[in-house]
């Protein structure tokens, strides 16, 4: 007779899904009883990676692995962070994590933890991912602890997905980055980067609801030598945000980074702001209310406009990470990535 018990028992060599813990500077955190990957947030058991990790484990051949939340409040103490790090940095089974929502405030309080940092974490300031490397998996206590900030990678993969080969030497649009946060910084990076040579948007706009951080990309922008015109603008109130959507060239991209929609109700945007036709509008988020691609969608078939949600980046952010932690190759397009979407797919219930 087949019991709930067996039901819920995983095979022995199946990935686990491990109760989230909430981190303190006292919690005593569990060593690993096997290679485990830690995913640092606020609200971890909420997201789809929980669904998600165990089938793609299985399908990538991890073997008997597990994911396990830690979650930190929004601008923790330091301690907490340190704490954190430093559980994983010398804990043998404790292969790495993904972080979110703490990827400045984390490597602010822990630099010195880090052996190594790649070069996007040295311009941003922030780790995405931590990973060991550099010794054999029996002296993993004693490897390197690697910072990555794999969001400039991750948004442009997410970009390429949609976007048409030589889009902006074919059309002349712009780009408008609603929000002036770490993802508009690494969707900024990733369009910027000189690889594209002269597929360039014409101008670019990045809008912010407070004025500090539009210092802060300004200044980050400044040291990556822009070679396009850009413009940072102050926007209070959603209608100062239509005001810059009206500037912008047919065939423009307009991405909301602002989290509206997703970590608070409603869009950056008014229900009346009109997109260039031939635009299109991406959310970095893919659940919530999602209200400013509620907005796009009103739009898309009178200005023929191409809709996209942050799904795909949900995925390339989940696999670079993965890639660090379990020293495994995955691919980033084609067959063998959407067989990964696929999968992801197939646990999603929005
Ligand atoms: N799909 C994925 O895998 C993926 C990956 C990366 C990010 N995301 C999502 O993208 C969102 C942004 O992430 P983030 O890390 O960049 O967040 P963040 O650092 O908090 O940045 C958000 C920025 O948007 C600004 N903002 C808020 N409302 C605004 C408005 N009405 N007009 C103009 N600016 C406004 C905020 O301004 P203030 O300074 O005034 O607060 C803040 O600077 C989050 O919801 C995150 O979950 C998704």
Redesign the pocket.
């Known amino acids: 007779m087949t019991t709930a018990t067996h039901l819920d028992t995983p095979a022995a060599d199946a990935a686990i899904v491990l109760p989230a813990v909430q981190a303190t500077a006292d919690t005593v955190f569990e060593p690993a009883t096997r290679p485990t990957m830690y995913f640092i947030g606020v609200t971890t058991g909420k997201s789809s990676i929980m669904q998600v990790f165990p089938k793609w484990a299985k399908h990538l051949g991890l073997g008997a692995v597990a994911i396990r939340g830690l979650d930190c409040k929004w601008h923790d103490d330091p301690a907490v962070y340190r704490h954190v790090v430093k559980f994983i940095k010398d804990d043998p089974q404790s292969l790495g994590a993904l972080v979110?929502?703490h990827?400045?405030d984390l490597l602010t309080a822990c630099r010195d933890l880090f052996d190594e940092l790649d070069p996007f974490a040295e311009l941003l300031g922030e780790v995405?991912g931590i990973a060991k490397r550099g010794l054999p998996a029996a002296s993993r206590a004693h490897s390197l602890l690697c910072g990555y900030a794999k969001?400039p990678i991750?948004?442009g993969l997410?970009l390429e997905a949609f976007l048409p080969a030589d889009h902006w030497k074919k059309t002349g649009g712009d780009t408008l980055i609603?929000?002036?946060?770490?993802?508009?910084?690494?969707l900024s990076c990733a369009m910027l980067d000189p690889k594209h040579g002269d597929n360039l948007p014409r101008r670019l706009f990045v809008?912010?609801?407070?004025?500090?951080?539009l210092h802060e990309i300004e200044a980050i922008h400044k040291k990556l030598h822009v070679s396009i015109p850009v413009e940072y603008i102050h926007?209070?109130?959603?209608e100062?945000?239509d005001r810059v959507l009206a500037r912008l060239a047919p065939h423009s991209l307009v991405a909301?980074?602002?989290?509206?929609?997703?970590?608070?109700p409603?869009?950056?945007?008014t229900d009346a702001a009109e997109f260039p036709e031939h635009g299109l509008a991406w959310?970095?988020?893919?659940r919530?209310d999602l209200h400013f691609l509620v907005q796009a969608r009103r739009q898309a078939a009178a200005r023929h406009l191409h809709v996209e949600?942050?799904?795909?980046?949900?995925?390339?952010?989940?696999t670079r990470v993965m890639e660090e932690v379990f020293h495994i190759e995955i691919p980033a397009r084609g067959p063998g990535f959407d067989a990964l979407g696929q999968i992801a797919a197939s646990t999603r219930t929005a």
Not at 207 to 213: D, E, I
Not at 256 to 264: C, E, P, Q, V
Not at 266 to 269: I, R, V
Not at 309 to 318: N, R, T
């Open positions: 979110t929502t990827k400045i995405s969001d991750t948004s997410s609603l929000g002036a946060g770490g993802s508009s910084i690494a809008t912010n609801r407070s004025p500090g951080r926007t209070p109130r959603p100062d945000n909301n980074a602002t989290g509206l929609g997703k970590d608070a409603g869009s950056p945007l959310d970095f988020n893919y919530g949600d942050g799904w795909v980046y949900f995925l390339h952010g989940w």
